[in-house]
C-alpha cells in the first residue's frame, strides 16, 4: 500500500495542478507537498507530473491514476458521514452537456431536491473532453448519435427539430403562415448543426431558400435567446426547447418536425449502480424525461 500522506498530497496537486494551493488545502508547506509527491514518484518508480515553470501538467499516468485516488478519497468521506449521521448530505457527481444542463435539468433540479433533500449536487456541464476522468463521474447524460452500446445507460429523450421563433415575431408584419414565408425572415443557426435548416427545408417541401444566410451562433442558449428576442427564426431541437415552448418564451410556428437520430442517453458508472441516492436520481430523472 503507498504511503497515505504522499498520496492525498498527489491527489490535491493534481485536482488543482499546483502545489501551492495543495498546501493551502491541506494546511502544509508547499515544500511539504512537494516532498510527499517525491515520495510517490519514488515509490512507483514513475513521474506524476511533468514540471514546468510556475505551472504543473499530469503525465499520462497521473491522468490514470488521479482518478481512482479522488474517487478512494471520496468514498472514505461518504463513508465517515454515512457513520457519523445517516441523515448525512450525500455527494452525487454528475456530468452533462453544457446546453442539456442550462435548459432542461437545472430549472428541474428543486424538484429532485425536494425528493432527495440530503444529496449534494456537483453539476460538470461541459462539452469538451467527454472521456476525460470518466471515474470521476456517477452519473453521465450524454448526447450521442444512434445508438449506446453500455449495458448501463438508458435512454432518455430522442430528438426532433423544427423551427421556433418568438411570438412577436410570430404576429409581426411578416407573417409565418407556411414554411415559404421564411424568406423574408433571417435564419439562426447553431454551429454544431449546420445541417438543420437544409434538412427541414427539404422536409418541408421547400427548395428556394437558401438555407446558409442568416447568423450563426456558437451555443445553441445563444441562438434560442436571440429567437426570444426577435432577432430571427432559430431551429430548435427537443428537450433543450421544451422548456421555452412551456412558459411562451418561444413558439412552433409551422406543423412539421424532422428526427433526428441524436438522442440523450443516461449513463451509470457500474460501481454506484447499487448507491441508494444514485438509483434515486435514476428513477426521478426518467421519470421526468417521460414527461417530455
Known sequence: MPPLNALKACEAAARHLNFTKASEELNVTQAAVSHQVRI???YFGIPMFNRHHRRLTLTDAGRAYLPRLTQAFDLIAEGYADLRNEDAFIRLNIKAPSSFSIQWLVPRLTVFQQQCPHVDIRLCAQDNDIDFFPEAFDVEIRYLL???????SRLLFREEIFPVCSP????GEIPLNEPADLEQ????HINFYPEDWGMWFEQAGVGDIDSERGHRFDQSGLTLAAAVHGLGVAMGRTPIVNQKLANGSLVEPFDSRLNSSGGYWLII???METRNHVEEFKKWILQESSLE
Do not use: F, R, V, Y
Open 269 to 271: 458508472k457500474a460501481s
Open 168 to 171: 412577436k415575431l410570430l404576429d
Open 40 to 42: 510517490l514518484e519514488e
Open 146 to 152: 444512434g445508438e449506446m452500446d453500455d449495458p448501463n
Open 185 to 188: 425572415h433571417t435564419l439562426l
